[in-house]
């Protein structure tokens, strides 16, 4: 008899057995899907992570795999490598991780979409279950499996939808290969007769009295470069309305001239349109050297950390080492922080890699993801792999560099849901299980990779001059208590000096960029005669005021309310504002600037990722004089022409109860100064503060890192932090707070005989509430140098003697954060 061990799409730790049936007993194998019954009535994808002949304790109770999904694995061999790791060093389940890293379309679930193949005839009577959910199909080919069950009417149809796929009754989702509908898209393109330029001025002479169809023809020859053959590319409609920001009925308007044509083409979902290829860049001497020094580093260990100043061509660095790995056959995993920003880098990697380029993020649909996990599992040839953390799951064969770029985001880190791993660490793992070197990359690194790349486990290399010998911001720090003192900022978010530059900089024709890192006009507003301040009533935030819509809104759990008339605390009537976000700078900027245009960055303005590209792309082209943002501005961008840059509030930044708060700081200040500079001028960041005089403001201004990194580093090893020490917390959840007060106490005094006093806690964290579940935190301080699987042990151990001696610790939801940022 065989078993195969599964994991199932659930929070389970480990994993469950199943009888391989004899006539599937050739065909199961590691990696592959099979669907399993678990639990009441339920079925689920399982992946099979063994096989093997152990019979079970308990033999009667095994049950039978229900069906096999694949004929060949859909897994590489070190995939299940990397999730074992993944969930034992971040205390989490292997079903946690499976769910993490397999694109939905690869999990058959109740979303899942069923297509009816009508071409379909039985080769036997069907089964009335079978007969009943291809009857669902009367007058369409796809459903999804829940919409089955609702029409049929039947609790599970999971295993008949399987019987019926063996059949060729119905394919689902990702398997329709042959239904597969090519992506098409409208391009457009001047009509043959007008790619003249003689020709072209006639037909603006006609569009004169059509002012919106003669920039949208303007704004499409500056999109296509139609009229110089080295640069023209092609032009989707749906780019050239975006980017226009004009109706359809415009463009209809053009075509209808006859001066455009639109023109339909198979777009793969997977390439970046480019109409040519261009070769690398020539390396600068510096960039040259620390190439030649990364290369040097990586023959003695595997991870190398180039620390290079904002603009000193660290991307240019890393295409260079891209295209090495490419070229020994290895592929390439190039990781950024945040969707956001893969916009600009797709663009210059698809330029240089042509269609040895993949792009993978969770913005991207089931359909597409499925189709690149294929790619990677079916050829596995060199390619390289622009994505965010989730790429780190990808089939990869043969990996042989893996970049992290902007190392020093927090965004690296998963927090919601389970498995929270860091990307970053997550990496070096994944680059170790394939022979792979990891390159961190930042201009202002985390201080836990640069105290490895000091203590000599990681390969430092350094970058300190920026790209065409540009010079480095001046930092002015500016005194806005003393302004006040004196009554010389009164009522007014902007110092003198900064309004005086930004004129200077507005008159030159240089833009200007403003960082208040909170969106919304004000964050908070208070009640004056009693201090009352509206909250969440699902958690114990205070509510955020958006004045373009009047509301209140928690940031946590999306929560709205309109501006309350009155205080309902004492009557009030005067509700004021505490702080001030980016929605109130721009309100002010827009009454001291009149005739600037400006703009806002934030998540407010840039819900979409159209609506973000358009808004630095704006920006880019010089449309926009002034921009606003919060630290979406600060995330890897490259401007040319911004001289100014104001960081509006830096003790908002500092004063956050956070060990982690002044490395964060310094690190978006300094990015965001970063901003400032051109090829021939030296930028100015004015950074308004009420404690000039502050170590962290003086480093800033100084752009001290290292210092920084000494001061934080003396501190974190006095109050026992990373990197000395390595922080887990247990977060414990109920929606009894009684029984949660109690036991979290228990539960940490338990720990205590063992750990001493590695246990603080628990406590109750800031936000003491979310979505009506109450919180409490025990927080574990372990020295990075132990060994952590006994500590794993004791955890575990822990947490079955409090399931065993306390039946209300049922009503606790227990979860680990490792390494928490
Ligand atoms: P970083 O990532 O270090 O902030 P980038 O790689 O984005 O810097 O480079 C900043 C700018 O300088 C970019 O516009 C880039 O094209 C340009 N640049 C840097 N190095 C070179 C080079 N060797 N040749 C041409 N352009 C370069
Ligand atoms: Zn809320
Ligand atoms: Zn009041």
Known sequence: MTYAEVILPLPLEETYTYRIPPDMEKAVTVGCRVIVHFGKKRYYTAIVAEVHTRAPQSDYATKEIFALLDAAPILRRPQLRFWRWIASYYLCALGDVYKAALPSGLKLESETAVTYNEAFEADGPLRPNEQSVLDAFAGTVRLTVSEIERKTGLRNVMPVVTSLMSRGAVVINEEIKKGFVPKMQ?????APEYQDEKVLHAAFDELRRAKKQETLLMTFLELSHALNPALAREVSKKELLEYSQMAPAVLTGLLSRGIVESYEKEVGRLQVPVSRLRPLSPLT??????YDEIHEAFKSKDICLLHGVTSSGKTEIYVR?????LRSGRQALYMLPEIAITTQITERLARLFGDKLVVYHSKFSDNERVEIWNKLLHEGEPLVVLGVRSSLFLPFKNLGLVIVDEEHETSYKQQDPSPRYHARSAATVLANMHGAKTLLGSA??????????????????????????????????????????????KDTLFSPLLIRKMQEALDGGEQVILFQNRRGFAPVMECRHCGWIPHCVHCDVSLTYHKFKNQLVCHYC???????????????????MLGFGTEKVEEEINALFPSARVERLDMDTARTRSAYERILSDYEKGKTNILIGTQMLTKGLDFENVSVVGILNADSLMNFPDFRAHERAFQLMVQVSGRAGRRDKQGTVILQTSQPEHPLIQMVGQLDYKGMVSLQLSERSMFRYPPY???????LRSRNETVLRELSEVYARKLEQHLGDRVLGPVTPVITRIQTLYIRQILLKIETSASISPVRELLDQTHKEMQRQYPTFKQLILHYDVDPV
């Open 285 to 290: 001497e510096a960039q040259e050297k620390a």
């Open 444 to 489: 202002t690194p985390s201080i836990d990779s640069y105290f490895n790349a000091t203590n000599g486990k990681y390969g430092l290399v350094e970058l300190k001059t920026r790209y065409g010998n540009c010079l480095m911001p001046e930092i002015i720090p500016v005194d806005v208590k003393e302004l006040k003192r004196k009554k010389i900022m």
């Open 186 to 190: 409208t391009f457009i393109r001047l």
């Open 321 to 325: 080492m891209i295209a090495d790995a």
């Open 725 to 731: 020490y390595r922080l887990i917390v247990m977060v």
């Open 558 to 576: 999306g929560y709205t309310q309109y501006v309350p008339y009155q205080c309902p605390a004492c009557e009030g009537q005067e509700l004021r």
